[in-house]
């Protein structure tokens, strides 16, 4: 048995209820767990996340120098497009608007509270072979 397991994500934020709707909506989530200082959901797939208050919270900058890329999360999604559509519907926002061509084609967003993270195509772009 291991030692530690994997447990819960957790984002500092000025506002955990209104953080976690935001990625409620994203990830077809369910709320789990509610205190006064921090608020936890679980994604359809499993996956957990939680906000905890923080009044004095400096969000991320990236890509500029100060504060930068403190951390950020991957998302995989079936249509880049649609899902694009869907953060910024909800509030998020554009650090890059496309990604590099490659065999994992990605960009780049900040949630409402500035938190980075990246929509990663799911399906491979690479070229058949054979």
Known sequence: M???TAAVVVLDCAEPEKLAAF?????????????????????????????????????PSWPRPENAFQVHLDFHV??????ELRVIGLGGRPLET?????????????DPAGHSFTLRSARSTAPKQG
């Open 98 to 110: 496309k990604g590099e061509p490659g065999p994992y084609e990605e960009r780049g967003y900040a």
């Open 78 to 83: 079936d249509d880049l497009d649609e899902a």
């Open 23 to 59: 990625y409620m909506e994203l990830l077809d989530a369910r709320q789990t767990d509610v205190g006064s200082n921090r608020v936890e959901i679980k994604g359809a797939d499993g996956m957990r996340m939680a906000f905890r208050r923080d009044a004095n919270v400096t969000p």
């Open 2 to 4: 291991a030692l530690v």
